[in-house]
T-cell receptor
Framework: DARVTQTPRHKVTEMGQEVTMRCQPI?????VFWYRQTMMQGLELLAYFRNRAPLDDSGMPKDRFSAEMPDATLATLKIQPSEPRDSAVYFC???????????????FGEGSWLTVV | GEDVEQSLFLSVREGDSSVINCTYT??????LYWYKQEPGAGLQLLTYIFSNMDMKQDQRLTVLLNKKDKHLSLRIADTQTGDSAIYFCAESIGDYKLSFGAGTTVTVRA
């Protein structure tokens, strides 16, 4: 059963520390997304990649957040330095863009639950 | 613009039908989606509908799309306690972005 895998599932860290979240997309999917979920803002798109190239990271605070895809099986989201306002659930999702249109299924991981104290 | 709106709460009796409503703003949306999120879990894709369709049925789920009014609904027949969750409506924007509503918390009471 193919699934998007995220690590860590839960992370508590102190303000100022670096946090790295990892995602393994579904094999064969060519698009990877990072979303952040908070009570106040709901689900926000932070960044997404197609064929490992970053397409849009306009939703991401540039000064402290960075997203990369070192290879097709790994996407990372890094926060340095972390702040209490970064506390949220970070979801990775992947999908397949088909020629001529929109890939019609996007699958989410279980999320990384981050608490910055 | 990118603005998806849903009512925040729905309470339904077990065995009844649930109807969750959603309005969206981007008339060029290609696909519209319903996702389900259970406590402590990720978002599970429930169903989706292509914008040139009016209705899609999948077992207990029925999706209705009124493109003129930009209105999407999800009907769950014979609602069960396991259907208690947050349901998110989402529209596709441009090439890939999904714009989500705030989610409707569905509570199923015995």
């Amino acid at each position: 059963d193919a699934r998007v895998t995220q690590t860590p599932r839960h992370k508590v860290t102190e303000m100022g520390q670096e946090v790295t979240m990892r995602c393994q997309p579904i094999l064969g999917h060519n698009t990877v997304f990072w979303y952040r979920q908070t009570m106040m803002q709901g689900l926000e798109l932070l960044a997404y990649f197609r064929n490992r190239a970053p397409l849009d990271d306009s939703g991401m605070p540039k000064d402290r957040f960075s997203a990369e895809m070192p290879d097709a099986t790994l996407a990372t989201l890094k926060i340095q330095p972390s702040e209490p306002r970064d506390s949220a659930v970070y979801f990775c999702a992947s999908g397949l863009l088909t020629t001529g249109g929109y890939g019609n299924t996007i699958y989410f991981g279980e999320g990384s639950w981050l608490t910055v104290v | 613009g990118e603005d998806v709106e849903q009512s925040l709460f729905l309470s339904v009796r077990e065995g009844d039908s649930s109807v969750i409503n959603c309005t969206y703003t981007d008339s060029s949306s290609t696909y519209l989606y319903w996702y389900k999120q259970e406590p402590g879990a990720g978002l599970q894709l429930l169903t989706y509908i292509f914008s040139n369709m009016d209705m899609k049925q999948d077992q207990r789920l029925t999706v209705l799309l009124n493109k003129k009014d930009k209105h999407l609904s999800l009907r769950i027949a014979d609602t069960q306690t396991g259907d208690s969750a947050i349901y998110f409506c989402a529209e596709s924007i441009g090439d890939y972005k999904l714009s989500f509503g705030a989610g409707t918390t569905v509570t199923v009471r015995a």
